[in-house]
């Protein structure tokens, strides 16, 4: 409880010490940017920590993290000079005129403070109720805090690979160990502490970026306040709780419904069912379905799986030409808070929500001025580019695959801001290249640092083929947003005349520029030795019979492809068209005004990242598209969650008569169906939030460990207090108890979860021998060839427990005789190498 409070306490001061730079770099906000400045100031504030200590000005301790804060202050106090009226040169007045705004925007002040209070307690008491670091990648998110907390310099040391870098996009991290080492908290709670406080900021994010949105759209005729700031509050339940039709499909399978259907049957379900999966004996609405697990037949009444959550992040099926199932992830935020991780997509949430925010200030005509780089003029002032560049650098530090994403969310803004003042012409897209590009180079030389020890897994782009997503699946997964995102655009083309050819069109030529191109790739990729392999693994003899397969399964299954052409289309058609020539004065200049455009670019942005899996994917390790569609399906849920709850206010204030009717019980059910899942989960994920067994909540992820290896638990807490050094431990593979020495003390190991630090590097080059080598530390006789192990890896410390002795036939006798024992208890027990 102590901890949360300092966190509390201590994000509530830095966003109070960074509202001054908000006020003064967004007045085009209605709030000012009050609902982003906690965001803002732990974005500036870990940049220019990370940024010193990887120059080695500072340390990376406590005088380190507070110099970068005092830096943050001198920002705002120069802010606040900005901000003073003519002819008064003191802060003081400056100051004045921000508590004057706080006061007169008492409400939502008020609402914004509940909310990040609300939000932090909330995430903080989930994780209370299942706080455990087991399991998916919590392991390896623990070690990463554990590692740069002990780190004395940056770059921080990889915890499972001694004498390296982290070679992994970290700056989340830095983020929770710069709070931990501040507040003088573990590792093992800040990881809870730093997933309850990224919820929080997404709460803030999402509310304030509604806001925004809405206090322009209405600026003509003001909402109250109030009412602006309870309307506001369908942002953050549309992106953060709102989920996919999954928990609802699993209310049915439990209740029986659906499963009606024999082998000889004719009906609507076998005649679907026969186009998805024609080898199956018997045909209903789940086999027609095809989602793994909710094919298998429950006992009606019965209660859901403990795992049925889990379920939900794997809605969409892909099955090769083999009829052998391909996993692929497609998680929503509801999901991720949930399941507990704290990975990179989850972490930079609040930053790309940050970024929207700064995008619509300069769509509501921020930052006018020009910036000289004296080979291009980018037509925004300098201080929104240098923001605009630290944030979108920070993004991609925070999680690669969002940098693109914002950063063309930024330039469609300025374009779309620009068109407004000219119309659209053909230099507006120069316009935004000559912006864009800039912005990008700056963006990445602002953290070079990191990209010096950064090595990717990525390999470039390979076609998709033969995994087209079904129409089913893909309203499965993002129904609840499709729904009122598609109302919403019926609402908006009753007023504007739409560019039908124009929007369908462009779209219609994007894919098949798209279908094309992976076309190309496939033909290129065939004349490969492993493209000969990949098409004789898929039971098929040439290239040509697995383009007549795939061209079918694109028939059958085109449901998936209508719908994305079918949205981005429409939303395109708004962007090309105009307003209607019938509406009156008022509305037009409305209509120039509003922010629907910036709306309507956040469907098609959204719309691309869902469209282009179906034809390319990012080259990986894991060699499908399963990591392209969980990266870009994510950041789509978040594009369209903002426009569905701007959409959903829209047209229920503006609707009338039996439209209002229609779409009001429409976008009802559609919450009844999403909310639906957060309801059966969350008790579920929880055990019932430990109601009956209150005393085992906590917030140490690590305090399972006193349970489970009671002997492991007590060593490591020894180990916390030696100084810094390798740590021999056993070597196991991904997903696994293994790194447990180097995942709770900080401490590097040899090696471990190689199949990670594969990912991480690109490649197991910088592996080499080491798995082996640690084998032979352990079971070998003699003692040079030991010392010598020990010597090539500057090993430290040995460390030899229950799960050494189980994997390897352990030979200790060396070690006594050549090594100080510095720690006994139980199973365990640790040497020091002289």
Known sequence: MFSFLLWYLTLSLVGLLTFPIAYHMLPALADRGYSLSRTLGLLLWAFFFWLMTSFGLTRNDSTGILLALLIVVGLSTWALQKIRKPHEDNLTSSLSCVIKWLQSNRSLVITVELLFLIGFAFMAFVRANNPENVGTEKPMELAFINAILRSPAFPPNDPWLSGYAISYYYFGYVMAAMLAKLTFTSGSVAFNLMLALVFALSVLGAFGLLYNLLAAYWKASPLRPTLLSALSLLGPLTLLFLSNVEGFLELLRRYGIGWSGQAGDVNLWTTLGRLARPNLEAYNFWTWLDIKDLREFPLPGSEPRFWFWWRASRVVQDYDLMGNFVEVIDEFPFFSYLLGDLHPHVLAMPFGLLAAGLALHLFLGGWRGNTDLKWVKIPIHREGFALLAITLGGLAFLNTWDFPTYLAVVSGALILSLQQERGWRWDLLEEGVKFALPLAAVSIVIYLPFYVTFSSQAGGILPNVIFPTRGAHLWVMFGTLFAPLFLFLAHTARKQSLAWKVGLGLTVAFTALLGTFSLLLTLVAAQTEI?????????????????????????????????????????????????????????????????????????????????????????????????????????????????????????????????????????????????????????NKTNSFNVSNPEKRTLDSAAYLMDYSPDDYMAIQ????????????????????????????????????????????????????????????????????????????????????ALERRTYPVYEEKFMVYLREIYRQGEVTIYEVP
């Open 718 to 801: 020894y180990m916390k207090t030696l100084p810094l050094g390798v740590v021999a431990e056993a070597v196991g593979g991904s997903y696994s108890e293994y790194a447990r020495v180097a995942t709770h003390t900080g401490h590097p190991n040899v090696l471990n979860w190689p199949g990670h630090q594969g990912q991480w590097r690109g490649g197991y080059k910088e592996q080499g021998t080491r798995g082996e080598d640690v084998a032979l530390l352990y079971t070998t006789t003699d003692w040079e060839t030991a010392r010598s192990i020990l010597t090539r890896y500057n090993i430290r410390y040995v460390y030899i427990g």
């Open 531 to 683: 493209g000969q392999v990949l098409i004789s693994s898929q039971g098929v003899s040439s290239l040509g019979e697995v383009l007549r397969e795939a061209f079918g399964r694109r028939l059958a299954f085109s449901g998936g492809l209508l719908t994305l052409i079918l949205l981005i289309g429409t939303a395109a058609a708004h962007l090309a068209g105009k307003t209607d020539e019938n509406t009156d004065e008022a509305e037009a200049t409305k209509a120039n005004s509003s922010p629907l455009p910036f709306v309507w670019m956040l469907i098609v942005f959204g719309g691309v990242l869902v469209l282009a899996p179906e034809f390319v994917y990012l080259r990986d390790n894991f060699g499908t598209r399963m990591n392209t569609i969980f990266k870009f399906y994510y950041q789509a849920w978040a594009l369209w969650s903002v426009a569905a709850a701007f959409g959903a206010i829209v047209l229920l204030r503006e609707a009338r008569g039996i439209w209002l009717g229609l779409s009001g019980g429409i976008l009802a059910g559609v919450f009844l169906v999403g909310l639906t899942y957060p309801l059966l989960s969350l008790p």
